[in-house]
């Protein structure tokens, strides 16, 4: 019974450990301000964090608001982790993005809004140079109902194919919608090494040869909610999360630790 509590516990205590060497999991209701340094604006002239108010609360009483300008961009980017070669197991974001709804996309009128990972490029300095998976409203997208839809973008895909926007088939409507990024681990940690897309909890990954992969030489170090574009039109976001996702090999070694334990205290 021993041996079996102290093999349950290692497994549990690795993933607390694991998450806690990776600063997250993080979420963030926009309550109250977030801690100095939490978040950085992405690099770039004209660019903010975005601004705490009382408008379009999707829980608790605020969120947090980007506000329309052009030219810069409003955003946070949230720094998942300190080490320079980022995270390569699997990881969840996700956000709840109020849209007016009350500005069409188009060249005169850009419209941003987006939940993006960014990869590690070991600098400080967030950037799209190394990886990235983008899901949002973006100006001078090439899909083809790219100006009504929400699109995806995903750096492989794109260095192996030129630059490549997917239409999701989600349309902007007025009111919330919810958006959500799974990076599945590297091969080399026993995942699919593919990114994973969600709109109001349906899957909307497009299906490609291969897939959308993450770069594999590098792992996830930032994950972003607004835009560094100029938008016409201002979002609110709410209830940001990201938490990496345990191994299923490890989480069946914690459950069948579990197991065995409850089944010795059963037959004694």
């Not at 021993?2 to 450990?17: D, E, P, S, W």
């Not at 340094?37 to 829980?59: C, D, F, I, K, R």
């Not at 083809?144 to 699109?151: A, D, E, K, T, Y």
């Amino acid at each position: 019974m021993r041996c079996a509590l102290l093999f349950t516990g290692a497994a549990l205590l690795a993933l607390g450990a694991n998450a806690r060497a990776q600063s997250i999991p993080y979420s963030d209701g926009f309550e109250s301000p977030a801690p100095p340094g939490t978040y950085q604006p992405w690099p770039g002239a004209g660019q903010s964090t975005l601004a705490l108010e009382a408008n379009h609360p999707h829980s608790g009483a605020q969120s947090a608001r980007a506000f329309a300008t052009n030219p810069g961009g409003w955003s946070d980017t949230y720094t998942m982790t300190s080490g320079t070669a980022g995270i390569t197991g699997a990881l969840k974001s996700d956000v709840w993005v109020w849209d007016d709804n009350s500005q069409t996309q188009g060249g005169s009128t850009p419209i941003s809004a987006m939940l993006a990972f960014a990869g590690a490029n070991g600098t400080t300095t967030p950037g799209f140079g190394t990886d990235y998976a983008e899901l949002g409203l973006i100006p001078g997208n090439t899909a083809p109902n790219g100006n009504s839809n929400w699109v995806i973008r995903v750096r492989s895909y794109d260095v192996a194919n030129g630059t490549t926007w997917f239409d999701t088939g989600v349309a902007r409507t007025k009111g919330f919608i919810h958006l959500a990024i799974t990076a599945d681990a590297n091969p080399s940690d026993g995942g699919d090494g593919l990114y994973h897309f969600f709109i109001n909890g349906n899957d909307v990954t497009p299906s490609v040869p291969g897939g959308l992969a993450r770069n594999s030489t590098v792992g996830l170090e930032w994950d972003r909610i607004g835009s560094n574009s100029s938008s016409v039109q201002d979002f609110w976001y709410d209830d940001f999360n990201v938490q990496p996702v345990p191994e299923p090999a490890t989480l069946g070694l914690a459950t069948l630790g579990i197991v065995g334990l409850l089944g010795r205290r059963r037959k004694r």
